[in-house]
């Protein structure tokens, strides 16, 4: 009986484990949803140091790291600006890997609050590489921006950009 | 101010509320709650989905054609502000509501007549065939009265040749 006892208490603790594991793990199967549904349930938070993030402009950089964000304690959000880290390049860009670069957050993944109380977020990562006085490097900007560029002045990437959600 | 469409359940989007998700390719999905965007998140088909608009729409159970609807029409472009034309607007979108109102409501009950007919002569049918299970046929045979225990007769003539055919 205490054998009994003890394998159900390891048991159990196997399913607790697992319940802890998996974020929606067991409740998840039990209401048979599709795999996609568990994927699709990121928490979005801000972009901070190590993010990875695509580059939407023709300054000749890919993809970007970033290395601090800098305003804001927790991270960047939509329309800041970071100091990153050049991962991947173009070969004959204006900018190289390894360099040191800013950049302005144009989308992100998470939801940023809107004055008329609304949300909008965005399905990546995105930053437009500038200079330290906040103009643009590239002269053409891809995609999406938010109009949150306007109050914080970045103007001349507005001005690139092909369509301002 | 814009009041939008909630690109899932097809409901408003008053100021304030719902989430606004911007794709790559520049589409712009607004919904209303966190019901709609966690459906569209799972890549469901609002055609599929029972509740939303776009079903209903889609299957016949609500209006599709309708003159009211010209009236929400999207217009982008900004109308200059006039006083009685803002007062007038305001009177025609009581009237147009409740005429849309009125309107659907009339498109449900021709959706649904026939029901009650269809009804009637399922309930005359089950008492033919299973009233057996309420009643053991002996006893029906013996006392003829017991055939229709309590039931409301509206259509009486149907029934009491029923009762006719039992005896």
């Given at each position: 009986m205490a054998a009994s006892s003890a394998s159900k208490l390891f048991r159990a603790g196997r399913s607790l484990l697992g319940g802890l594991k998996d974020p929606n793990g067991s409740i998840g199967l039990s209401k048979d949803l599709p795999r996609s549904y568990l994927f699709s349930q990121q928490q979005r938070t801000f972009i901070q140091m190590r993010t990875n993030l695509k580059v939407v402009d023709n300054s000749g950089a890919k993809r970007v790291m970033c290395i601090q964000a800098l305003k804001g304690k927790r991270g960047a959000r939509l329309g800041d600006t970071i100091v990153a880290s050049v991962k991947e390049a173009q070969p004959g860009g204006k900018v190289k890997k390894g360099q040191v670069v800013y950049g302005v957050v144009v989308r992100a993944a998470m939801q940023r609050g809107r004055s008329d109380g609304s949300e909008i977020k965005f399905d990546d990562n995105a930053v437009v590489l500038v200079n330290k006085q906040g103009e643009?490097?590239?002269?053409r900007v891809f995609g999406p921006v938010p109009h949150e560029l306007r109050k914080k002045k970045h103007v001349k990437i507005l001005s690139l950009a092909q369509h301002i959600a | 101010m814009r009041l939008e469409k909630c690109w899932f359940c097809s409901s408003t989007v008053y100021p304030g509320h719902g989430i606004q998700f911007v794709r790559n390719d520049a589409k712009i999905f607004r919904f209303c709650r966190s019901k709609c965007h966690k459906n569209f998140k799972m890549k469901r088909n609002p055609r599929k989905v029972k509740w939303t608009k776009a079903y209903r729409r889609l299957h016949g159970k609500d209006m599709t054609q309708d003159s009211t609807f010209e009236f929400e029409r999207k217009r982008n472009r900004p109308e200059r502000y006039d006083r009685n034309v803002t007062e007038n607007t305001l009177k025609a979108i009581k009237k147009i509501d409740k005429v849309r109102v009125d309107r659907e409501a009339r498109h449900h009950t021709m959706r649904m007549r026939g029901k009650k007919t269809m009804e009637q002569r399922e309930a005359a049918k089950e008492l033919e065939q299973s009233i057996h299970m309420v009643k053991a046929p002996a006893l029906l045979q013996q006392e003829?009265?017991?055939?229709?225990?309590?039931i409301k007769v509206k259509v009486s003539q149907q029934l009491s040749e029923e009762n006719r055919m039992e005896e």
């Open positions: 643009p490097i590239g002269t | 003829p009265s017991l055939t229709l225990p309590k």
